[in-house]
């Protein structure tokens, strides 16, 4: 293995917390991992790695290192496009799952075909990721983020409405205003960073009144949360963009337009150490360049 692919395995197995992981992530065996870390140790003199049964963990001087590594991979990334060369390598990226299918897929074969020499790892996912420990260089999220040592560049805000079937509309009646939701019910939304069932959201006179309605299905998932509603299970509120094929078809039918939930941020996270990356840095910026169209300024 040559200096530079066992410095970027170094890279991967502090950012896994595992030699496993990272030389997954590599494509290389474990043993060939151990080996070659091994003989990096041996060539410097010091340890880098403590191991233990649970998880790996960089030395005062794996640290330290480490911070030079990104530092000189980066450098290499840029030495490369500043030559001619284009950016290439893995990404591994996680989106929310409805975002992922409606937005970035479509648009993905137009980037891979600017940057050939990279590969994407798509994930689709609600729940919260340890980016680092899971090896993600950048995560997609919509709503309030939780404070982390990640960067948050944020895109802007999405409209959210409130909606409900005809049929259910038809069985229960349409709600003028918020106090008219007496005998109504609502498809429950579990939060996967809190467990519990998020209530609804209104705003009215610049004062946001949050009501719980009886549910009689809980969900964990937007497409899940959106085929429930279709189905008459109850009301129910989402990103506008995510249902405006329903809303045009008549499958669902936006209520309470003048008592709006508040408008949901949507951002982009990635680790500190992903920054200097020239292939995370292209990618990032194209999501942007993707993601913007369905926001607008908080």
Same mark, same amino acid.
Not at 167 to 172: D, K, P, Q, T, V
Not at 256 to 278: D, E, H, N, V
């Given at each position: 293995?040559?200096?530079?692919?066992? !410095?970027?395995?170094?890279?991967? +197995?502090?950012?896994?917390?595992?030699?496993?992981?990272?030389?997954?992530?590599?494509?290389?065996?474990?043993?060939?991992?151990?080996?070659? +870390?091994?003989?990096?140790?041996?060539?410097?003199?010091?340890? !880098?790695?403590?191991?233990?049964?649970?998880?790996?963990?960089?030395?005062?001087?794996?640290?330290?290192?480490?911070?030079?590594?990104?530092?000189?991979?980066?450098?290499?990334?840029?030495?490369?496009?500043?030559?001619?060369?284009?950016?290439?390598?893995?990404?591994?990226?996680?989106?929310?799952?409805?975002?992922?299918?409606?937005?970035?897929?479509?648009?993905?074969?137009?980037?891979?075909?600017?940057?050939?020499?990279?590969?994407?790892?798509? $994930?689709?996912?609600?729940?919260?990721?340890?980016?680092?420990?899971?090896?993600?260089?950048?995560?997609?999220?919509?709503?309030?983020?939780?404070?982390?040592?990640? +960067?948050?560049?944020?895109?802007?805000?999405?409209?959210?409405?409130?909606?409900?079937?005809?049929?259910?509309?038809?069985?229960?009646?349409?709600?003028?205003?918020?106090?008219?939701?007496?005998?109504?019910?609502?498809?429950?939304?579990?939060?996967?960073?809190?467990?519990?069932?998020?209530?609804?959201?209104?705003?009215?006179?610049?004062?946001?009144?949050? +009501?719980?309605?009886?549910?009689?299905?809980?969900?964990?998932?937007?497409?899940?949360?959106?085929?429930?509603?279709?189905?008459?299970?109850?009301?129910?509120?989402?990103?506008?963009?995510?249902?405006?094929?329903?809303?045009?078809?008549?499958?669902?039918?936006?209520?309470?337009?003048?008592?709006?939930?508040?408008?949901?941020?949507?951002?982009?996270?990635?680790?500190?150490?992903?920054?200097? $990356?020239?292939?995370?840095?292209?990618?990032?910026?194209?999501?942007?360049?993707? !993601?913007?169209?369905?926001?607008?300024?908080?």
């Amino acid at each position: 293995m040559d200096r530079l692919t066992t !410095l970027e395995l170094f890279t991967r +197995i502090v950012d896994r917390r595992s030699f496993t992981a990272g030389a997954s992530d590599m494509k290389v065996s474990r043993p060939v991992a151990t080996a070659a +870390i091994q003989a990096l140790e041996r060539r410097l003199g010091t340890r !880098l790695l403590q191991r233990s049964t649970r998880n790996v963990t960089p030395t005062v001087e794996g640290e330290i290192y480490y911070a030079r590594c990104l530092a000189i991979l980066a450098d290499v990334e840029d030495a490369d496009r500043g030559a001619g060369g284009a950016v290439a390598g893995r990404l591994r990226v996680d989106v929310a799952g409805n975002l992922a299918r409606t937005t970035v897929l479509p648009a993905l074969p137009k980037f891979l075909a600017r940057h050939p020499g990279l590969t994407v790892h798509l $994930s689709e996912g609600e729940r919260f990721v340890d980016l680092v420990r899971e090896g993600f260089d950048c995560v997609v999220r919509g709503g309030a983020l939780v404070d982390s040592d990640m +960067i948050v560049r944020q895109l802007g805000a999405m409209d959210e409405i409130t909606c409900a079937s005809p049929s259910y509309l038809a069985e229960n009646g349409v709600p003028a205003t918020p106090d008219d939701l007496a005998g109504h019910s609502m498809v429950g939304f579990v939060s996967s960073r809190t467990g519990q069932v998020l209530p609804l959201e209104f705003t009215r006179g610049g004062t946001t009144i949050e +009501i719980v309605l009886p549910a009689r299905i809980l969900v964990n998932g937007a497409d899940a949360y959106t085929t429930a509603a279709r189905l008459g299970l109850g009301l129910f509120q989402s990103p506008r963009y995510r249902v405006a094929r329903d809303l045009a078809a008549g499958t669902l039918i936006e209520v309470l337009s003048a008592f709006p939930p508040t408008s949901t941020p949507l951002s982009i996270l990635y680790p500190t150490s992903r920054q200097l $990356s020239p292939r995370v840095r292209v990618f990032v910026d194209w999501l942007v360049e993707i !993601l913007s169209p369905l926001t607008r300024a908080p």
